[in-house]
Structure formats: C-alpha cells, structure tokens
C-alpha cells in the first residue's frame, strides 16, 4: 500500500522534472510513511510512498525484475500473491522480495500487459519495461485504489494516487473544471472519470493507459465490465457464501495487525463475523466511533453486542462537534474530489482510531447496499424505469403512477410529503417526466432530491457565465443509452457502482483511512464476488426479493439473529446538529470565498447559503455542497501555494 506517482516526457525528462518527483513525493507522505523509492530513465520516471504491510522489511519498491529492465511502482494488495507466486516460481522465475506486488513484475514478463487479468486485489500501478520502451499503467476493475493522470501540456503527463499531490506538486495549476462543479451540484460528488481541476482525469476503473515511445503512441482500453459476466445458474445463497468464504481466506492477508470498520448494519458485521472465523481469538479487532449524549445514530451498543457475541476486542470513541469542526476543511480536501456526504469525520476518526492502536489495516462494508438491494431507491429505479418503458409503450397510463403515501415522522421529509399532496402529485409529475423525458433514459439519479434541487436551483445559484460555460453538460447522460434497457436490473447494478458507490463510498474509504496512513481492503467489492452476483442476477432476478436477501441467507450461520433484526439506518451522523455547528463556524466563508471570487457563484445566494438553514428551518438548498466545495477549494489552494514554495505538506 502506497502512493505512487510518475513523469512521462516525449522528448526526454529534464532537471526541472527532478524537483516536480520530490514535490510529488512530499505531497504523498501520508499515503506512505515508511519510505520511498524512485526510478528514472530517459522518458519516463516514476516513485512512490511506501506504507508497508507485506514484507515489512524486503517489499520496497520499485519493484524489478530478474534482469533489471522491468521496473514497477505499485499501490494497493494482490490479494491471490501466494498462489501467483507459486506458479511463477515453478516456470523459473526468481523472486527478489516477499512482496505481494512483485508477482505483476513476473506475470508481465510472461503475459505482457494482459497480465492484468491474473490480479485479484485493488491496485493502481505504473509498469516501465525499458526493452519495448513502454509504460503500463493499470486501475483494478472496481476502482478501489486511484489514478489521476494530468496533461498540463502536449509534451508531458504527469500521474499521481491523489488529486492533492498533483496541485501541491505544481504539476497543474488549481483551476476549476467547471463542468465537473456542475455534476457535483446534481450527484453529491464528481462523476468519474472526470476531475473537477482543468487538464486532469481519473484513469477509469478497470482500465489500461500505455504509453509507447518507439514509435509515439498513447492507448487507453477498458479491459474488464462487470455486465460481460456469464449466467450462472446455481443456487445463489449457496454461491454468495462460497465466494464469501473465499475472499475471507485472501482479504486478511497481512504482516501487520488487521481490524474491522463496525457499524450496527449488517454488511460490516458479516465481514467481522467472516475474519474473526479466519483469525486467531483476539487477533482481529474491531472499531466504531460514538457521539455525545448518544443519540441514534451512535453505534457503539450495537457494535458491542456483535463483538461480545464474536468474542473479538472493541475500541471506541467520541467524536465530539468541536473535533468535526476542527477536521472539516482537512476532510473536505483529503477527500480529493469535493463530496457533499457529511460523514466524512467520522470516516476520518475511526481510521485515526485504528492507527492510534497500532492497526494500519481495516475492512470496510462498502459494496453490500450497492450489490444487493440495499438501497430502496435504487430497487425502485429498476420498477419506475419497467413502468416507463410500458407507459411509452402505452401499456401503463396516469393510474399506474398515482398512490397516497401515509406521511413520514421527519419534520424535513414531512414538509416535502406536503409538497407532494401525500404523493398524488408526485407521482402525476412523474407521469408527466415520463412522458416527456428522453426515451433511452433510464428512471435514476434524476428522481434523487439532490438532482432535482441542482436542475431546479442551480440557474439561479451559479453566475450566468458559469451557466453558460457548462451548458453542453448534460447529467443524466450517465444513464442514457438504448443498450441500458436490454437487461435494467443489471444496468442499474452497474450504475449505482460507477457512481455512488465509487465516488462516495471506495473515493472516502480509501482517502481518509491514507489521510491516517491507514489501509482500507472492501471485502464486498472483490471483483469475483461482483461477477458472481452479476451472473446470478442474470439467471435468477432479484430485485423484487427483500433487500439483501442473498447477501443475509449466506451468513446467516455467521451472523447473529439480532443484526437481522434491527432497522436499516446507514452510516449516519447526528448531521443536523453538526451542520448547524459547521454553518457558524465556516458559513462566513462563502460570502468572500474561491466561489465568489472565480465567478462560479452569485454573491447574494452565497449570502443565502452561508446561513445554512431556510426561513423555515429547513436546509438551505444548495448550502451544505456549497460549503464542502468551497472548504475543497480552499484547500487546494493551499496545496497549490506550498508546491509553489516546495513546502511539503504536513505528514
């Protein structure tokens, strides 16, 4: 696990590229303090910040070759190294290293760059094979480990793990990409691939760059889609929780201690209850972060109930609203993209927790909402998306979409079911968006609050230029296409993982546990268990079943009765007594801010939002990713100020 980092020069590396390695590195501590490493050739130079984790003492990097001319950076864990190893060994190959990540230097020399499909793990890497004067970079198929790839000019490209290093190296300069800004306002977060900084992208997940330079070639190629995935037709709580026991055996693979993100929901407790089977008693321990005068969303009761059950050790804290406000601005930018979801200090607290501990490793539950059901309105996507296509095909009419819904108990929600008239004219607006909507769209994130508070409001809120230029930008594309509708539940599947589970959920997990120096591993976004209900999906669909009705008949023996029993609740902060905290300590921020001052926002509506609430006492539209973006913007400009003075950053 670590950042790495590379320079590409068509016509040659000169001496100022030298100062732009060290800046990178320096900007990348965090990600790796435990050493570094570089390596530089004629066109190309590449390094990294190693966090040791295999091989504690042998597995530095850059990693090479029995002959020396194939030279490797790499972050992230190959889960399946062992099995690797042994089959490289036996057709003669001579390891240096103990290290997991030496086996891509091997299976390259046999398999060139379709060595890639012999990896299971998350990974991002830079491969030089200065023989064919070729570099390889590669993003594992989830997109769980990161790669940004800036192209300030023609003649050079540069590529780091975080956005932060780029900025804070000098690499580009922070100006905003502003129709990322725009998609950030619908989605919460920035699409991938795109970047909300000019003249860089994200290499997307499970994709290939090669660089070629005799002759001059660059290619990028997708080599893995989960949608490609062959039916399976076997029984599918049997096959979860065979591929489940199977990513238990490779996911706890480690030299140092390992520990586990607890929440009260049940994906968490399903992978504590998989690695205290697979450890020795005591060996694997658990974190969960509380709040003051606990209120429902603090999970430490709940997690302590799994834990006795477990019999494995809890360490706990409280984090307190004068922590939040203190973290905020570092969070907002150690997050590299802006992400509007509020509960990033508390991901920040509990990865520090387990660093305090001594613990670099942690598992995480991101993937189980996404994969199987648990998120209603993505269920729901796939009914209402149905439902259209029979409406344009006049096999559904107004009736089919007007129902009364009894009123929620939220004051917020209760106002907008008011709105709505208890959900008739909801869903007579929905008819009508049917209708009229683009028939190749599917029924998405366009029926998400967020999404439709930026299409309503956004206008008025952004300054006409800003309008003007982002104006070919068109949200919903993500999710148009004729070829989505051949198979909905499989295209949603998809979806709701290239955007909200990517984007928010892995971006998070993997920024703020490197912003502790600490390893995030998501047991449930293993790409063989992703193809495995894919291809379930596929022979025996789903979506009408309860939610994550798969993923808790296969560990049901596992997991406690209790944890099936509890309600749903997400991990959730107490978000309106920190967002009224934040709007007093920061709101003030906006009125003369980045915003403000590169034209991206009217004044008078940053003076709306910096209040945080409305008349009313609702949320202020707007304001809560108002004030992220703009703490995100501040921090980069911060970064862009040290790399102009080659300060490093803080470790």
Sequence with gaps: MCGIFGIIRRDGL?????????????????????????????????????????????????????????????????????????????????????????????????????????????????????????????????????????????????????????????????????????????????????????NVRKLPAGHLLIVRFDPYSIEERRYWNMEDAPPIESDPVETVRARLDEIGELIIRSDVPVGVALSGGVDSSAIAALAARKYAKGQIQAFTIGYPGRPWQDERSLAKELTDHLKIPLHTMELSVEEVLRSYPEVCFRRDDPIADISGPSYLAVMRLARSKGVPVMLMGQGGDELFWGYPWVTRSVFESERKRKQR????????????????????????????????????????????????????????????????????????????????????????????????????????????????????????????????????????????????????????????????????????????????????????????????EYGKDLADGVLASRGAARRESLDAMSRGVSSIGTPQPLATETLMLEQWCRGMVAAAKRGATREPLAR
């Design 393 to 584: 095909a006049g096999a559904a009419g107004l009736g089919s979409y007007l129902s009364f819904r009894k009123p929620p108990i939220s004051y917020v929600h209760g106002v907008k079911w008011l709105r709505d008239g208890g959900g008739m004219l909801d869903g007579l607006r929905r008819w009508k968006e049917d209708r009229a909507s683009d028939p190749d769209r599917l029924v998405f994130y366009d029926r998400a609050t967020n999404y439709q508070i930026a299409e309503a409001l956004l206008p008025s809120a952004a300054t006409p230029g800003f309008m003007e230029r982002t104006n070919r930008v068109d949200p919903a594309a993500l999710f148009t296409g004729r070829a989505l509708w051949d198979r909905v539940d499989i295209s949603v599947t998809r979806l709701i993982c290239d955007t909200y589970l990517l984007c928010n959920g892995i971006n998070q997990g993997d920024r703020l546990s490197m912003a502790a120096s600490v390893e995030a591993r998501l047991p449930l976004v293993d790409y063989r268990l992703v193809e495995t209900v894919i291809g379930l999906r596929k022979a025996h669909p789903d979506h009408a079943l309860p939610p994550k009705a798969w993923l808790i008949g296969a560990v049901r023996d596992l997991v406690p009765p209790f944890v099936f029993e509890r309600r749903k609740r997400g991990f959730s902060p107490p978000w309106r007594e920190w967002a009224k905290s934040l709007f007093a």
């Design 14 to 198: 000169g001496p100022e590229d030298d100062g732009l390695l060290r800046r990178l590195a320096d900007a990348l501590v965090h990600r790796g303090p435990d050493g570094e490493g570089f390596h530089r050739d004629t066109h190309v130079a590449i390094g990294m910040r190693r966090l040791a984790i295999i091989d504690l003492n042998g597995g530095w990097q850059p990693l090479l070759n029995e002959t020396g001319d194939i030279a490797l950076v790499a972050n992230g864990e190959i889960y399946n190294y062992i099995e690797l190893r042994k089959e490289l060994e036996s057709r003669g190959h001579e390891f240096r290293t103990g290290s997991d990540c030496e086996t891509i230097a091997h299976l390259y020399e046999e398999h060139g760059a379709e060595c890639i499909h012999k990896l299971r793990g998350m990974f991002a890497f830079a491969l030089w094979d200065k023989r064919k004067q070729t570099l390889l970079i590669a993003r594992d198929r989830m997109g769980e480990k990161p790669m940004y790839v800036a192209t300030p000019n023609s003649g050079r490209i540069v590529f780091a793990s975080e956005l932060g290093a780029l900025v804070g190296a000098g690499a580009v300069p922070f100006e905003l990409n502003e129709d990322a800004i725009k998609l950030y306002y619908y989605y919460g977060y920035v699409p991938e691939p795109m970047v909300p900084v000019r």
